[in-house]
């Protein structure tokens, strides 16, 4: 039959005391850590928003057609910065946002009821265009507003939604004539 091995290496043995095997042992484990933290990183980059400091965390999937994963991100951060009191109510209400399309087209968003009532598992549909701060905070609070609506058992209405990005946008932006 086949096989592999030659005879001459059924008498050959490894010296696992061997300096040369114990270093190249080591080099193949660096290596491997080196590429799961890279992993890590890049994955925590893109798709994930912590901070530790507020007891928030918020995932954050793939945009496919725009790359607005870090835009939402920044977003993040400017609501924490321009209103903790918004920002305090979206972490503590949705677990994911998905930065999709389809659901709002550009500059919307959606949430869909019959979602978990736990935050850890809420997802928001924030779809904004590449690079627009202020309409992403915005999007993000009113669909917020919508989960809370869900959460508390209440309708969801448009109306009380508008007027919290609204007073958002007054708070954060400011109108020059």
């Not at 910065?81 to 979206?90: A, L, R, T």
Request: overall charge neutral; charged content about 25%.
């Amino acid at each position: 039959m086949f096989s592999l091995a030659s005879s001459d290496s059924k008498d050959e043995k490894i010296d696992y005391a061997d300096r040369a095997y114990r270093s190249m042992k080591r080099w193949r484990i660096v290596k491997i850590v080196v590429f799961l933290l890279a992993i890590f990183f890049f994955l925590s980059h893109y798709f994930l928003y912590w901070d530790p400091g507020e007891g928030c965390f918020i995932g954050i999937k793939p945009a496919f057609l725009e790359f607005t994963n870090l835009d939402m991100k920044r977003a993040l951060r400017a609501l924490k910065q321009g209103s903790p009191e918004d920002y305090k109510m979206v972490c503590g209400n949705v677990g994911v946002i998905n930065p999709f399309i389809a659901c709002g087209g550009f500059g919307g968003g959606c949430y869909y009821e019959g979602q978990p009532k736990t935050s850890s598992n809420r997802e928001i549909y924030v779809s904004t265009a590449k690079d627009d701060l202020v309409m992403a905070m915005a999007v993000i609070v009113h669909e917020t507003c919508h989960a809370i609506q869900a959460k508390e058992g209440r309708p969801l209405n448009e109306e009380e939604c508008y007027q919290v990005d609204d007073k958002l946008l007054r708070k954060v932006v400011t109108f020059q004539e």
